[in-house]
């Protein structure tokens, strides 16, 4: 009988091999996608390829950094478009392996699958991908879906790697506690302050001292992703976005109260667009301020209610900019609807 094994299919440097594959001549250079391309205005990087990685540049960094570090870098404008139909591509060609596919974005998903050889599977699946859309994709193979998800780094760039219960402790033991999926920099921070370094570390921790610490929901759950546990399953459901976003980086930084208002009701409007396009209300709406000169908070405000209704966005948006320092010049402002879930999707949370 078959074993029942979790693939995660990661895209190599998508958004950057999407670029290339449409001007092959920049092939083997660095290249920077961000913005509308021009590293003197203001804006971020939303991928580097591997060799402008090798300078130091990376997702979220200030274009005008990037161009510094790598100043021969390649600098394009995002075309999400081109992004959005070559991922379609790339999700066709895994549905067509005859699996689950579980979708997590653009670049990549989990596949439910029973085979087995799992390794003779993943090959079918790049060989699949590399066919239908000329790029080439990292394999994660896991006994569930986090060790899956974390395999796949020591996949890349265009490998596979299997990461179980078996040799989670051997391959893990020692890893900085960020290498686990669901746990970022700031809470490493956090783990540090109480002598927790390491992913043996952790999941050696005393639960209770952890609840205790870091709440009595997240502090064992952060136990549990130390120790490998993850026993959510690979849902083929349609991939449907849980909010809408927009946002803008502005070339001049807005020092007016006014002015901040202004731009955010403008984003507010443009967020309500997007959710009466869908069809769905808003639950809750979340305020993004970046002040000069890289600074990031958020702030978010529950709806009394669901809803699509824009001056109800645009009020709950233009409300949180009171909790603002207007003190400080702003460079970015966003603002995010989070909408409410489909039954399905519902059912799904509670599994």
């Given amino acids: 009988m078959a074993l029942s094994w979790v693939v995660h299919v990661d895209l190599d440097q998508f958004i950057a091999a999407v670029e290339v594959l ?28 591997y060799e402008a990685r090798e300078y130091g540049v990376g997702s979220g960094m200030a274009l005008r950094i990037a161009a510094r570090k790598c100043p021969d870098a390649v600098f394009l404008p995002v075309d999400a478009p081109a992004y959005e139909e070559s991922s ?26 029973e085979v087995d050889d799992p390794e003779t599977f993943a090959c079918r699946a790049q060989e699949a991908v590399l066919t239908a859309t000329g790029l080439h994709c990292s394999v994660g193979i896991g006994d569930n879906k986090l060790r899956a998800k974390i395999a796949t780094d020591f996949g890349k760039p265009r490998g596979i790697f299997r990461l179980t219960e078996a040799n989670w402790y ?89 002015q901040v208002e202004t731009e955010v009701r403008r984003l507010a409007e443009q967020v309500a667009g997007d959710l009466r396009e869908e069809g769905r209300p808003a639950v809750r709406v979340t305020l993004k301020v970046r002040y000069a000169p890289f600074q990031t908070h958020t702030r978010s405000l529950t709806l009394a209610a669901p809803t699509a209704d824009p001056e109800a966005i645009a009020a709950a948006a233009v409300a949180l900019t009171a909790k603002l320092d207007a003190d400080r010049a702003v460079r970015l402002l966003g603002v995010h609807a989070e909408m409410a879930m489909t039954t399905g999707e519902a059912d799904a949370s509670q599994r």
Avoid: C
């Fill in 22 to 49: 449409r001007r092959p001549e920049l092939a083997g250079r660095p290249l920077v996608v961000g913005g509308r391309g021009d590293p003197s205005e203001r804006g971020v990087v939303s991928t580097a390829s």
């Fill in 88 to 113: 379609v591509a790339v999700m066709q060609s895994l549905r067509s392996l005859g699996v689950v596919v579980e979708v997590l974005g653009w670049d990549e998903a989990f596949l439910g699958v």
């Fill in 170 to 258: 051997a391959v893990m033991a020692d890893r900085p506690t960020d290498a686990l999926w669901g746990i970022g920099r700031k809470t490493a921070r956090r783990l540090a302050g109480l002598d927790i370094s390491t992913v043996a570390e952790l999941a050696q921790a005393d639960p209770q001292h952890l609840a205790a610490q870091l709440g009595p929901t997240m502090g064992p759950w952060y136990r549990r992703l130390a120790r490998g546990v993850d026993s959510s399953p690979v849902d083929g459901s349609p991939y449907t976005a849980r909010g809408h976003s927009r946002e803008t980086t502005f070339q001049q930084n807005l020092t007016e109260t006014a």
